[in-house]
């Protein structure tokens, strides 16, 4: 089967940087994704990693090692509107086209 | 221009009730699913379909009943309604092909489903 684990929390400080984690067990492997979701709203792509590295856009940057099942979102310059949950989502390989979520992180900035 | 559109937003109805959401996608995409996430916001894969056809029913109970009469709708109806319904249902989809373009699901923007 397929799991994912990632923090529930995490908080920090407008202007500054901060990491989210998630590390996954799979059957196989396509990929990580990343997703936004803020509150009332509906979850929103934000970047795939499908080979290891650091892929960066914008603000945002994820990062990706397949040999530690084990990727980051990392959120630069913080701004209050990053507020939101962050989730990874990797496709499950037994059932190609089930796309399967993490518990998500709720990410709080303080000013 | 709304990508994938689902309706109603907002559905308050009683225990026993049978309800539909409706979802369409203007983004020309084979697959179409159906996600709810409870109030932990965990997100949950229901359906898949691709071009019609169902791909993925996950233990979903038999109350649930997915339709899809073209690759650019999929509806969800819901009988007999209980209280553990509440929930916020997601439609989305996404593209056939490779990499980030097959893992890249636009969602709609939620049906709050609420069960008294």
């Known amino acids: 089967g397929q799991s994912l684990e990632q923090p529930s929390e995490v908080t920090a400080v407008e202007g500054a940087i901060v990491q989210i984690n998630c590390t996954y067990q799979t059957s196989g492997f396509y990929g990580l994704s990343w997703y936004q979701q803020h509150d009332g709203g509906a979850p929103t792509f934000l970047s795939y990693n499908a080979l290891d590295g650091l892929e960066e856009t914008g603000r945002f940057s994820s990062f990706l090692s397949r040999s530690d099942s084990y990727g980051y979102l990392l959120l630069q310059e913080l701004q209050m509107k990053d507020s939101a949950s962050y989730f990874c989502a990797v496709r499950d390989r037994s059932s190609a086209s089930k796309i399967i979520f993490g518990s998500g992180t709720r990410l709080s900035i303080r000013p | 221009d709304t990508a994938v559109s689902q309706t109603p937003k907002y559905l308050v109805t009683q225990m026993g009730n049978d309800k539909s959401i409706k979802c369409e996608q203007n983004?020309?995409?084979?697959?179409m699913y159906w996600y709810k996430q409870d109030s932990k916001k965990f997100l949950k894969i229901m359906f898949s379909y691709n071009n019609k056809e169902l791909i993925i029913n996950e233990t979903v109970p038999n109350r649930f009943s997915p339709k899809s009469p073209d690759k650019a709708h999929l509806n969800l109806h819901i009988n007999s309604l209980e209280l553990g319904d509440s929930a916020v249902y997601f439609c989305?989809?996404?593209?056939?092909?490779?990499?980030?373009?097959?893992?890249?699901?636009?969602f709609g923007e939620g049906s709050w489903l609420t069960v008294v």
């Open positions: 983004l020309g995409h084979d697959t």
């Open positions: 989305a989809s996404s593209q056939d092909g490779q990499g980030a373009r097959r893992n890249t699901i636009y």
